[in-house]
């Protein structure tokens, strides 16, 4: 493997690994995640594992988690505009370029 196959294989894992959230997110609402049913998206099931006084900014979060995706939802966000959406999230400004020049120079 030459050295370049090994930067871009290194700019691949630094990209997901800054991206990977977003990019679970936006396959759950393309894909149609039932958001209802879907422990992922349960503020009795999170609320079990929280420190006290920490449920109520769960239970905020996952509630704007949830209409954040409803809207998407609601959209009707084809195909085409989601693979966008992905390489707009995957390919952030240069942040990511600066983090993995970062990264290869330690």
Known sequence: ????????????????????????????????????????FSVSDHAAGVPNGKDSQVATDIRILNDTLLRFKAVGVDPAEFACLKAIVLFRSGEIYLLFVERRSQ
């Open 1 to 40: 493997m030459d050295v370049i196959s090994i930067l871009f294989r290194s700019f691949q894992v630094i990209l997901l690994e800054e991206a990977w959230a977003e990019l679970f997110l936006l396959n759950a609402v393309q894909w149609c995640m039932p958001l209802e049913s879907s422990p992922l």
